[in-house]
């Protein structure tokens, strides 16, 4: 067999790694390249008023004039929804664990989980505001935590009941204690599936922290920051905002996709 | 003492709307220790059924069996046999020396004889250079042979084997046999071993149980003198005791289609 397959005929300099690679880092770059001239012209040869969209050249520069605040913004709301996604996910993990061991509390518990799931969770702010004082981030963390539970304990419940028979048969055979067979069967085989769900999760812990700043509490954070400065028609200024707020999710999205890869390299199957 | 000693066994399951499958009826057999015995017979014919009675994976409706003179479960419980399936069964996650030490591990054996334990059981399935790969990285008849090292780690008296070979090709399943022959002999271990391929069943066994379907029976034994495990290699493959044998089982196994008029009933046995 060899080392490039049939279909990657280019020349022997282009072949195999640089080719395929490359090509999938230059093309959405080019992509984000052409979108963002097409913009700026747009808004030059259109006229069209900051209050509406501000240029790209504006935004970059409002970013970089007011880096510090946006910086200090994206901290907070950073630190509120790593807060809320560790909460949630450790309190999804063990409530996955207990409902693949205990049925009873599996059972009890689908209808509380169905709840949560169809609730929209940052609606909760304003009560959790009242509840824990508004002067305080735990309201927002909280948000982001139960945001983070339900993908967190779906995915690694579903995670738990992928045990082959074969793998059960074996542990049966050791006499292996059903804590024994958690730790080395099930819980590594649910793995790929928890941080699959962590995945899902990350991007909803930074979106909820963000929106539950639009209910109330401390300023400060990326969420207050845009709402004040569209309030105070500095349109620039509330895109920089956002800007960072984008950055913040990328960030919590590539390390949980990495933590995923690196989870999920040998799972494959075996026969 | 036997190393298993199965009396009048049934296995009865329960399928939807209270049909019944009698899966075993009364089935009897003893395997003195060191003995190679293999089971054979046609799909449904309960062969597996009673490799998993003796392994305590299920239970008997009525009978009883006895593994070491112990009950099944107490045998399972004190891990007084190996078990080796149709499926390798690996854990992916776990490198080739984990999956070895795995049963070790659960059972509380220190790191450093864990470690040795495997590095010998490694080299007698010939895959010293793979102790670091992860199953993934293993051919299907690697991976058997990992397999096999796990279900020997605690050097048990008893080997349960349900089809090991059964997934691989033919070139690499005679490999295999060979390999089997060889480590049975230098481990001294009973061996029960279940298998769809007439051959196969003769060049491993000193004796074949040949069982039948609905209700699963054993049909007739057939005792292989080919020699001790030993003496056995590849030249017996072309032996004219080992076809002999071979006529025998397959006697033994039609037999029986036509005494029930059901030629049918022999489908799923490999008689290459």
Redesign the interface.
């Known amino acids: 067999m060899s080392a490039t397959s049939g279909s990657r005929s280019a020349s022997p300099l282009t072949r195999g790694f640089s080719s395929g690679s490359l090509r999938a880092v230059t093309a959405p770059i080019l992509l984000g390249v052409v979108v963002l001239l097409l913009w700026q012209v747009a808004v030059v040869l259109l006229d069209i008023k900051p209050f509406v969209l501000p240029s790209p050249v504006n935004i970059g520069t409002q970013f970089a004039s007011s880096f510090d605040s946006v910086w200090a913004g994206t901290v907070v709301t950073g630190t509120n929804a790593f807060v809320g996604l560790l909460l949630g996910a450790v309190t999804g993990i063990l409530a996955a664990i207990a409902a693949a061991l205990v049925r009873v509390f599996d059972e009890l518990s689908v209808p509380i989980v169905t709840a949560a799931a169809v609730i929209p969770i940052v609606a909760l702010a304003p009560v959790l505001y009242t509840m824990f004082g508004a002067n305080v981030e735990t309201a927002r963390q909280l948000v982001a935590a139960l945001a983070v539970f339900i993908p967190v304990y779906l995915n690694t419940l579903k995670g738990l009941r992928q045990v082959r028979p074969v793998h059960r048969d074996l542990m049966r055979a050791y006499a292996a204690s059903p804590w024994q067979a958690t730790r080395t069967v099930t819980l590594p085989g649910a793995m790929p599936f928890l941080f699959t769900g962590l995945r899902i999760a990350s991007s909803l812990a930074v979106i909820s922290a963000l929106i539950a700043e639009y209910f109330g509490g401390p300023v400060g954070g990326l969420g207050k920051s845009i709402t004040s400065a569209a309030a105070s028609s500095n349109y620039p200024l509330a895109y920089a905002y956002v800007l960072g707020s984008i950055l913040l999710g990328l960030v919590f999205y590539a390390v949980t996709l990495a933590f995923e890869k690196l989870a999920s390299r040998h799972s494959s199957s075996t026969p | 003492m036997n190393a298993v000693e199965v009396t009048g066994v049934s296995k009865v399951f329960r399928v939807a709307k209270g049909a019944e499958v009698v899966a075993l009826d009364s089935v009897s057999l003893s395997v003195v220790p060191g003995e190679f015995v293999s089971l054979i017979g046609p799909s449904g014919c309960g062969k597996s059924t009673l490799l998993r009675l003796i392994?305590?994976?299920d239970q008997p409706t009525a009978g009883e069996v006895l593994v070491f003179g112990k009950s099944a479960r107490q045998a399972?419980?004190d891990?007084d046999?190996g078990?080796a399936?149709q499926?390798?069964?690996?854990?992916?996650?776990r490198t080739v020396t984990g999956n070895i030490e795995?049963?070790l591990?659960?059972?509380g054996v220190g790191k450093a004889a864990r470690r040795a334990r495997a590095q010998d059981l490694l080299a007698l399935v010939g895959l010293s250079d793979f102790a670091d790969r992860?199953?993934?990285q293993l051919s299907?008849g690697m991976?058997q042979r990992v397999a096999i090292a796990r279900s020997l780690a605690e050097s048990p008296e008893l080997l349960l084997m349900d089809e090991p070979f059964g997934?691989l090709d033919e070139m690499t399943r005679e490999r295999m046999q060979t390999e089997l022959v060889r480590i049975c002999a230098e481990t001294g271990a009973a061996v029960v071993f279940v298998t769809h391929s007439i051959p196969e069943a003769v060049y491993l066994s000193s004796r074949v149980v040949v069982m039948s379907p609905r209700p699963g029976r054993i049909q007739e034994v057939v005792t292989v003198g080919l020699g001790s495990a030993g003496t056995r290699d590849d030249a017996l493959r072309e032996d004219a005791a080992f076809f002999a044998s071979v006529k025998a089982v397959r006697e033994a196994l039609h037999g029986d289609a036509v005494h029930e008029k059901a030629p049918h009933s022999v489908r799923g046995v490999e008689t290459r």
């Open positions: 392994a305590d994976l399972r419980i891990q046999y078990i399936f499926q390798a069964g690996l854990l992916p996650w795995l049963p591990e659960l059972h992860y199953p993934d299907g991976q997934a």
